[in-house]
């Protein structure tokens, strides 16, 4: 969608083809405005892959608080 917008055409014409608002296009155009298609791809797949390590990562930290405090209580 960038390049097609750098090549010339109308933003607005763009975003109704691709069924986006404006806002959205300057989101994507200030985030992925320099990369190529490949790269953007791989920038998507690595934060996907943050963001389910984040989520085991707070899922492993409940595990472990849940663990001490059942090991704190006096039987």
């Given at each position: 969608?960038?390049?097609?917008?750098?090549?010339?055409?109308?933003?607005?014409?763009?975003?109704?083809?691709?069924?986006?608002?404006?806002?959205?296009?300057?989101?994507?155009?200030?985030k992925?405005g320099?990369?190529?298609?490949?790269?953007?791809?791989?920038?998507?797949?690595?934060?996907?892959?943050?963001?389910?390590?984040?989520?085991?990562?707070?899922?492993?930290?409940?595990?472990?608080?849940?663990?001490?405090?059942?090991?704190?209580?006096?039987?």
């Amino acid at each position: 969608m960038i390049k097609e917008q750098e090549s010339g055409e109308k933003t607005a014409d763009v975003c109704r083809r691709h069924g986006i608002s404006s806002a959205t296009f300057y989101k994507y155009k200030s985030k992925y405005g320099g990369m190529e298609p490949s790269d953007a791809k791989r920038l998507r797949a690595l934060e996907e892959e943050n963001g389910k390590l984040k989520k085991l990562l707070a899922e492993q930290m409940l595990d472990n608080a849940m663990l001490r405090d059942i090991n704190s209580k006096k039987w």
